[in-house]
């Protein structure tokens, strides 16, 4: 399995402001996942990011709130832009595992964003 | 559109007693099944999943799920259970469009 790094591992932020969560993964991957986890929630993918392309938006999360970027295989960022209260929550970044399209993913640590 | 169903919110097990947690999903074709823990403070962990071939599978820290398409469920499984199980558990479905879709989560107590 992929080994997945998160920097920061959390973080408290003023409203307002926005905060750039880094993804690293150990090895080469093609797809690369984002997720919010709100307060007592379960997981709600954010976006896909492959690299060499745009990353592509789920329904009710846009570019402008969530820009992300993918410069290599290795590597991704999620930015959280002019931040509110709402969007406290943990960010947990994922890989595709190769297995074949099957689905099977690897998650990251988690960044968990208090707003102020 | 695909989704999952975890009936129960919370469930309190006494160490050493057998746990059973529900999954149900909803999915058009074959699916592809998950369950993963999340302990306090920590991202997610895969236990197990089941891609096709025998329905019956095994995963890490002694635990087992057993798909069953005729009822729709993936129910995760384990003889007894260790304090250390005290966690979230989730399930996931996914398809040929590489998107996971989760449960609600189902919180495991251990009393000693």
């Known amino acids: 399995s992929a080994v997945i790094s998160q920097k920061p591992s959390r973080d408290i932020c003023q409203r307002g402001t926005s905060l750039t969560i880094q993804c690293q993964v150990d090895?080469?991957?093609?797809?690369m996942f984002w997720y919010r986890q709100q307060p007592g929630q379960s997981l709600t993918l954010i976006a896909t990011a492959n690299q060499g392309s745009e990353a592509t938006y789920e329904s009710g999360f846009v570019i402008d709130k969530f820009p992300i970027s993918r410069p290599n295989l290795t590597f991704s960022t999620l930015t959280v832009s002019n931040m509110s209260p709402e969007d406290s929550s943990i960010y947990l970044c994922?890989?595709?595992?190769?297995?074949?399209?099957?689905?099977?993913?690897?998650f990251g640590p988690g960044t968990r964003l208090t707003v102020l | 559109a695909q989704s999952v169903t975890q009936p129960d919110i919370h469930i309190t097990v006494s160490e050493g007693a057998s746990l059973e947690l529900r999954c149900n999903y909803s999915?058009?074709?074959?699916?592809?099944l998950f369950w993963y823990v999340q302990s306090p403070g920590q991202g997610l962990q895969l236990l197990l999943k089941?891609?096709?071939?025998?329905?019956l599978v095994q995963g890490i820290k002694g635990f087992e799920a057993e798909f069953k398409r005729s009822q729709s469920s993936f129910n995760l499984r384990k003889p007894s259970v260790h304090w250390s199980d005290a966690a979230e558990y989730f399930c996931?479905?996914?398809?040929?469009?590489?998107?996971?879709?989760f449960g609600a989560g189902t919180t495991v107590t251990v009393r000693a």
């Open positions: 996931a479905v996914g398809g040929s469009d590489y998107k996971l879709s």
């Open positions: 994922s890989v595709e595992s190769g297995a074949g399209g099957k689905n099977e993913q690897f």
């Open positions: 090895s080469q991957v093609t797809m």
């Open positions: 999915y058009g074709a074959t699916p592809y």
């Open positions: 089941y891609f096709s071939g025998d329905t």
